[in-house]
């Protein structure tokens, strides 16, 4: 994991307000993808990205944008946060589908 | 009905016991993951397995497709294997399973 970051680690928000986490890579993979994780429920994918300006959305992407405009950062995007979107978040990495290698989560909590 | 399931949801064990997690699914799947996720929530890819079992160090991961069940053993388990177990299917998008929460006790 020592190739993906997150940041912030840790944000404390309004409902209402925007809210962009920022994943980062130095190993050049191709796929990216943003998860929330959620007590009950196991990791669910928001959006993911096949290569730079390529996204598409997962099983819970209302809510959420993405970007991608460089291969080793991935933008997700809360336009206006509510208190549902608390939770914590983990982008990974992977040079194929099946693989993923995953950053140290990012735990937001929207009041 | 859930696509996969993980039993038990929580474990706890004292040191040295050898540790069962089971996975069970009902999709059709080209391969299956597990991961641990340590109580500070980093995420380790465990094995990736599409048949028979694969073995590191004290970790055993087995595979049976045609039941479509899957188990991770841990022997002699140590405080430092707790963490959260996470059974991942591979079909055309990853599934994740819930996780079993492991606790070994000195």
């Known amino acids: 994991d020592a190739g993906i970051t997150q940041s912030p680690r840790h944000k404390v928000t309004e409902t209402g307000t925007p809210v962009t986490l920022r994943c980062h890579q130095t190993?050049?993979?191709?796929?990216m993808y943003w998860y929330r994780q959620d007590p009950g429920h196991g990791l669910r994918l928001i959006h993911y990205?096949?290569?730079?300006?390529?996204?598409d959305k997962g099983e819970v992407s209302d809510g959420y944008s993405v970007s991608r405009s460089k291969t080793e950062d991935f933008l997700l995007t809360l336009e206006s946060a509510t208190s549902s979107q608390t939770s914590v978040y983990f982008c990974?990495?992977?040079?194929?589908?099946?693989?993923?290698?995953f950053g140290p989560g990012t735990r937001l909590t929207v009041l | 009905k859930n696509e996969v399931e993980q039993s038990p949801q929580n474990l706890t064990a004292q040191e040295g016991e050898f540790i069962t997690i089971n996975c069970s699914y009902s999709?059709?799947?080209?391969?299956l993951h597990w991961l641990q996720q340590h109580p500070g929530g980093g995420i380790v890819s465990l094995f990736m397995l599409s048949s028979g079992k694969k073995k590191h160090g004290r970790l055993i991961a087995t595979i049976n497709i045609q039941e479509k069940h899957s188990s991770l053993h841990i022997t002699a388990s140590h405080p430092r294997d707790s963490a959260v177990y996470i059974c991942?299917?591979?079909?055309?998008?990853?599934?994740f399973g819930t996780g079993t929460r492991l606790q070994v006790f000195p």
């Open positions: 991942v299917l591979n079909t055309d998008k990853l599934i």
């Open positions: 990205s096949y290569g730079v300006k390529d996204t």
């Open positions: 190993e050049n993979h191709r796929y």
């Open positions: 990974a990495i992977g040079g194929t589908p099946n693989e993923q290698f």
């Open positions: 999709v059709g799947i080209s391969a």
